[in-house]
């Protein structure tokens, strides 16, 4: 039987993606919502963080990978493939569907290498969907496939909830603007995109204690998440200043290696006739750009919803010059990602993820080394109170006044006459 090439390509992709995200990933669930998302498997709870703000169908999808994966572990790698896998496929359909086919797989490959999309496919698994399903929805609302759009939209929020309010600019103002469409042929993909959303939102509402109390925890998360540096919420402080400004360095770091190739593209005539493809970039770009810099952004690959899109951006840009060009584009990538400038991005980049795994590695082995049950004193942000309650589940955890005792956090205080343990942990700085 003939293999078509499509299925190889695919093939190609998948162990490509197992060979370049699995070896940087930790043997342990990596940051505090990995484990929020590992105690989801068995108890689907958003009051009490598992996960937090629900991400329902990813849950609901991991609980299948769990069945055959065997662990919380395994499962969030299997989940992270599958992500990125979805991701870079779409991407590569945008760019093609945009700019041409060797635009598409150069979207593909600058995608791949991007330092953001590789740290979220090793160990913050769930954000390679920010990444897949932008790209997906894009995909059907330059087509004008306005139902279909709206359905993977739908489907996208199940996984990461605020692609909704980020995309539905692209889905429903882009096709006015434009010209493409008129408001009443927008009517139905509305009501599909309602129907879509209905169901896991019903489940969320449920688990949540009703939708007023869904929308009361979910608001009060982000107060509490983003107190101090967030624009929305705090004005403009140093610190949320500072947050805007690595919300905009973590989406262009991509760009640093395909910038150069935007004036040698315009002068060749690739700007002509593009006003469309432009204006579609930007009405894809801009929202979730602004809720990372302005609203939420903690961690980089918080932002690969409208990373994806430079990529494409970049993708047209270097399609203008040889080829070569998009090999040298991705090796930059590659090496930012493994030397990172000093004092940027440092969260994006191999030698921050390693530094980080071993610290929490050694918490781990110092902790083991004390007869249990014991009285665990935290100081420092890696491991987090999390996760150490997690694998440690019959001690009690203490961390700047916060204690936790087998996942439940906050926990009563500890007992007298446990043994302690005292771990300097490591610092984000």
């Known amino acids: 039987m003939r293999v078509k090439p499509g299925w190889l390509a695919l093939l190609g992709l998948v162990l490509a993606l197992m060979a370049t995200r699995w070896p940087l990933a930790p043997p ?48 969030g790698l299997v989940m992270g493939l599958i992500g990125s896998a979805v991701a870079v496929c779409m991407v590569r359909q945008v760019g093609r ?36 399903g932008a790209a997906a929805t894009a995909f059907f609302v330059w087509r004008g496939e306005w139902r279909k759009a709206a359905f993977v939209l739908g489907v996208a929020g199940g996984f990461r909830t605020e692609m909704i309010p980020v995309l539905a600019p692209l889905v429903f103002v882009w096709p006015l603007v434009s010209g493409r469409a008129k408001w009443r042929e927008l ?99 801009t929202p979730p750009f602004l809720l990372n810099a302005v609203v939420q952004v903690t961690d980089p690959d918080q932002t690969l919803a409208s990373v994806a899109a430079t990529c ?19 090796a930059v990538s590659v090496g930012l990602f493994v030397f990172p400038p000093k004092r940027l991005g440092r969260e994006a980049s191999l030698p921050w993820l390693r530094r980080t795994a071993a610290v929490q590695a050694r918490a781990f082995e110092e902790i083991r080394r004390v007869p249990g049950p014991r009285r665990i004193v935290l100081e420092g942000d890696w491991p987090s109170l999390r996760q150490v309650s997690y694998y440690f589940p019959e001690d009690w955890v203490e961390c700047r006044g916060v204690t936790a005792h087998g996942n439940v956090i906050p926990s009563s205080a500890a007992p007298a006459g446990l043994a302690e343990v005292v771990v300097k942990a490591g610092s984000r700085d």
């Open 97 to 132: 569907a945009m700019f041409g086919e060797k635009a598409g797989w150069i979207a593909a490959a600058l995608l791949f290498c991007h330092p953001v999309f590789v740290l979220a496919g090793a160990v913050n698994h769930i954000r390679t969907f920010l990444a897949a």
């Open 187 to 285: 009517l139905t993909p509305a009501g599909v995109l309602a129907l879509t959303a209905a169901p896991w939102l019903a489940v969320m509402a449920a688990y949540s204690g009703g939708p007023l109390q869904m929308l009361r925890s979910n608001g009060a998360l982000l107060r509490t998440a983003f107190d101090g540096h967030s624009l929305w919420y705090e004005g403009f402080t140093a610190a949320a200043v500072v947050t805007a400004l690595f919300a905009a360095y973590w989406n262009v770091i991509g760009g640093l290696a395909w910038a150069w190739a935007v004036p040698w593209a315009v002068r060749r005539g690739g700007f002509e006739g593009r006003w469309a493809q432009s204006a579609f970039l930007a009405f894809w770009f």
């Open 28 to 75: 342990f669930l990596f940051d505090w919502d990995n484990v929020n998302y590992a105690l989801a498997l068995k108890e689907f709870a958003p009051l009490k963080s598992q996960p937090h703000r629900g991400y329902p169908l990813f849950i609901g999808l991991s609980r299948m990978v769990y069945w055959f994966a065997g662990s919380p572990e395994w499962t």
């Open 312 to 330: 494409v951006a970049g993708a047209w840009a270097l399609s203008m010059v040889r080829w070569q060009w998009s090999l040298a584009a991705c």
